[in-house]
């Protein structure tokens, strides 16, 4: 396997479960062992010491990451260093203190340590009706993150609530985690396989995932598609209806498209056409994958879009709309960069630079 996934924090911990329970190399890393004693699938469990639980204290974590960053390095190295696994996802809520305060410190140390893996963000943001210290946490989380040369695909529990309004809150999650796990799993099993119509192998796919900026998975079953002659479409809104974060359609940097399906539905993709909903059109990368195996999939996957501003816009607006209702709106709210002029650049390397040491004293408070 050339892929694992590392999740940290209990939202994290849940999606590595749903990974080991796919065959997916997977790592889960907690403040609290009762988190991690009831994930059933994920055998490499590391638990942080310190503290049992951080209670959505983002500063608690920052602070006690001095005393277990080389503890998590070395649970690491000890499970993922063997060569052939080259890309890591790292998972974890934006919401609470475990995930959100340790993680943007872990995935600076962890590219200067491996430089010869690629690490993914893989944040998740909340839903709007969760409380205000969840939406703080989150915005000073995807704050540290826009610093970061590095993809991030970010999940939006606000967006999923949204398009399935008739599911209750555990359902929610465990669908986002699951349609996450799924199509990633799905993707895997594509870049493992021949095609004599041309392939999208892991080189590719660890390409797209080099991009700097956002990213979002997604997919379509063309059997449930009444008219094929859309299916452009259809993909574009696979999009929209995917488990990511909104995506500002100012630019796209690499992609990949994975056919699998009947000749004739083939000829209905038109990718200048697919892709004309973005103002740069075409991506600067184009991998594709096209197989006939099944009656119909298309998988995409989208890296170097812009930062989710008008989405952080949001949790800003619930922040300080909810400071004002509780009248302590002189205590006010200020995030650590300008979200709004933050762009997406193509950067085709992480930054490995910086030691741990350096890396640990810039988030100190």
């Known amino acids: 396997m050339y892929l694992g996934v590392i999740g940290i924090g209990a939202a994290g911990g849940n999606i590595a479960d749903e990974a080991a329970l796919r065959g997916i190399p997977s790592l889960a890393i907690n403040f609290s062992k009762q988190d991690l004693d009831s994930l059933l699938h994920v055998e490499d469990k590391l638990h942080f010491v310190g503290s049992e639980g951080i209670g959505k204290v983002r500063d608690n974590a920052i602070m006690l990451m001095k005393n277990n960053w080389e503890l998590a390095v070395n649970f690491i190295k000890t499970k993922m260093s063997t060569p052939s696994l080259e890309i890591i996802l790292v ?206 999939t298309v998988i995409s996957i989208l890296s170097g879009l812009p930062w989710i501003n008008e989405r952080l816009a949001q949790v800003e607006e619930i922040i300080n709309k909810g400071k004002v209702d509780l009248e302590i709106s002189n205590n006010t709210f200020t995030p650590k960069t300008n979200y709004r002029n933050l762009k997406s650049t193509s950067v085709q390397k992480q930054n490995k630079g910086g030691s741990a040491l350096d890396i640990l004293k810039k988030y100190q408070r």
């Open 91 to 296: 998972c974890f809520s934006t919401a609470g203190g475990s995930g959100g305060g340790s993680s943007p410190i872990l995935l600076e140390i962890l590219q200067s340590e491996f430089p010869e893996k690629t690490f993914v963000a893989v944040p998740i943001l909340p839903a709007n009706n969760e409380a205000i210290i969840n939406q703080i946490n989150c915005l000073e989380t995807m704050n540290e993150l826009s610093t970061q040369n590095i993809s991030v695909f970010p999940i939006d529990n606000e967006k999923v609530r949204t398009i399935h309004n008739q599911y209750s809150k555990n359902k929610l999650y465990n669908y986002a985690n699951h349609e996450f796990i799924e199509v990633l799993a799905q993707i895997i099993t594509y870049t493992n396989k021949f095609s004599k119509f041309g392939v999208l192998d892991q080189k590719d796919l660890l390409q797209i995932f080099l991009q700097k900026g956002i990213g979002i998975m997604s997919r379509i079953n063309l059997s449930d598609m009444p008219n094929s002659k859309q299916l452009n479409e259809y993909i574009q809104r696979s999009w929209k209806k995917s488990v990511f974060a909104p995506i500002d359609y100012k630019q796209v940097i690499k992609a990949g498209i994975i056919f699998d399906g009947t000749e004739h539905l083939l000829e209905n993709i038109n990718f200048d056409e697919l892709f004309n909903v973005f103002a740069n059109g075409m991506p600067i990368d184009l991998f594709e994958g096209t197989y006939m195996e099944s009656d119909g």
